[in-house]
């Protein structure tokens, strides 16, 4: 509830203030407000359509798709929210200026249109921003009934203190507001990016750095007030994983710096150039030295395998095609196709291979594992005997860097046999033609290569997405470095050492915003 109060009331206040600058310039030159309200009252309309078709939208999607819309709204209402916090720390006091300016224009058109317009539009991008803050926010609550109603008092109070400011009877320290609600908001827009990384996952948009790192169960357990204000209001979950983490210290860290940072702590254009690069050259260092030194874990997978009736296999692999012996059978292997899971590759075979068309009873016996089959005599029909086969098998054998992983066989291998002092022919299923990797040996050899796989992808945030992001910073930095400080725009005073220094005004209901 705390968190959409204060949001409701934060994004209210701006567009009250907004919306009372214009009203007060247009009373005083003597010019009707009507203009203004149709543009007002069109502004929130629209705000409020948006926020509600994003929600209709959202409880029509299958699950995963209601992951994804989440994760964009979450991202959205980020970007919004940071930059109304800066737009607002930069420009709060040039404010009146600009709006008094605009609202001038619009009274020299002379037209309820200009005016409407101008209502409308300073209401919408508050509006729009707060419809898509508050969505985000809510999905993130606790309790949603609860978030609705604190958005619901933040914006009712903050229309009273616009009516208050308009009407001229308020005053209010506009500057401690701003400033103690933009660090609140800037720790509720921190704990959205763990949110939106969060349901990134879950839609399947972000896979890497999903390691826990701390367990705040006992912290915040579920149904206690430390959970609703740490989890339901700051949105730091019990379980942070570690790309949650460094979403949530990247955000958080530069932004309160920016607010809280006294103006005498701040470095001058020369020193902050200086910085800046220095900066970016640590950032390229860091990145590099990340890409270098991080290692990924691999697993050597052998290129024989034990089979599950005693005998092994063997995979040699060359380009696009492979085989695999067993004792002195080679089985061709083609059709490579890539593969998940501990395997990278599947390759197919069809049939056995060459099968002789004459046994002697001992090639036999080598074929049926050295038992004679049901309803044959070795001692009336001793052989040659001329053979026929049906061959149904498929094979597919699983390789990881040319290594064999798995061998998996299906259909079936059936012998016919006649001659050799058989009455009548006989047909049996020759098991042999099945090939199995010994159970134990597999298990163990893919629970090895998962949590190879499973360290190398928590890697990766390491090794290749931090590095990216610190090269990204280092841009940023760079380009900042290379733009010109822009003249001093806020009003100097003389003190009584001869030496300037930066004036604060004082906030009188609307006529300054600090």
């Known amino acids: 509830m705390l968190p959409t109060f204060v949001i409701g009331l934060r994004e209210g206040l701006e567009a009250a203030l907004i919306v009372s600058i214009i009203a007060t310039f247009l009373r005083r030159n003597g010019a009707p407000l009507r203009g203004l309200w149709v543009g007002v009252g069109a502004g929130v309309g629209l705000s409020i359509a948006v ?219 020369v020193l902050a150039r200086r910085l800046r690069i220095g900066g970016a050259v640590a950032a390229v260092a860091g990145a590099a030295a990340l890409f270098v030194l991080v290692p990924l874990p691999s697993v050597d997978v052998p290129r024989e395998a034990p089979l599950a009736d005693g005998r092994t296999a063997v995979l040699a692999v060359s380009g696009d095609r492979a085989t695999l012996t067993v004792d002195r059978e080679r089985i061709e292997l083609t059709d490579p196709t890539g593969h998940t899971g501990t395997a990278d590759t599947a390759w197919r075979a069809k049939g056995s291979g060459d099968l002789p068309a004459t046994l002697t009873a001992q090639d036999l016996l080598a074929y049926t594992d050295n038992r004679v089959p049901v309803g044959l005599n070795l001692a009336t029909a001793p052989g040659p005997y001329q053979a026929r086969w049906t061959d149904s098998t498929r094979h597919t054998v699983l390789s990881r860097d040319g290594g064999l992983v798995d061998v998996r066989t299906t259909g079936r291998l059936l012998l016919t046999i006649e001659g050799g002092g058989l009455t009548s022919p006989r047909t049996f299923t020759v098991d042999g033609a099945a090939l199995q990797v010994e159970e134990t040996y597999a298990a163990d050899l893919s629970a090895e290569i998962a949590e190879a796989d499973h360290a190398a992808h928590d890697r990766l945030l390491w090794k290749h997405w931090v590095p990216v992001a610190l090269i990204v910073l280092a841009g940023l930095l760079l380009w900042q470095s290379r733009r010109r400080p822009g003249r001093a725009t806020e009003p100097r005073a003389v003190n009584d050492s001869g030496r300037e220094e930066r004036q604060e005004p004082s906030v009188k209901g609307s006529t300054h915003v600090a």
């Not at 420009?91 to 037209?111: F, Y």
């Open 51 to 269: 926020g509600v078709a994003l929600r209709l939208l959202e409880q029509a999607l299958p699950q995963r798709q209601q992951e994804m819309l989440e994760c964009v709204i979450g991202v959205i209402a980020i970007v919004f929210v940071t930059g109304m916090i800066r737009w607002m720390h930069t420009h709060a006091r040039s404010l009146k200026g600009e709006l008094e300016k605009a609202a001038a224009a619009a009274l020299g058109a002379g037209t309820l249109t200009a005016m409407a317009l101008m209502g409308f539009l300073a209401v919408l991008r508050e509006g729009f921003e707060t419809s898509v803050f508050l969505l985000a926010t809510i999905q993130n609550a606790t309790s949603a009934p609860a978030a609705i109603v604190g958005a619901v008092l933040g914006l009712a109070i903050a229309i009273g203190l616009g009516w208050g400011i308009y009407a001229g009877g308020l005053r209010l320290n506009l500057k401690m507001f701003f400033q103690v609600t933009g660090v609140f908001l800037v720790f509720v827009a921190a704990g959205l990016v763990m949110f939106a990384l969060r349901t990134g996952h879950e839609a399947g948009w972000v896979t890497v750095g999903q390691g826990r790192t701390v367990d705040l169960s006992w912290l915040i357990p579920n149904g206690s007030v430390r959970s609703a204000v740490i989890t339901g209001i700051l949105g730091v979950p019990a379980d942070p994983r570690v790309i949650e983490v460094l979403g949530w210290l990247a955000y958080l860290v530069p932004m309160l710096a920016m607010l809280v940072l006294p103006a005498h702590l701040r470095p001058g254009a």
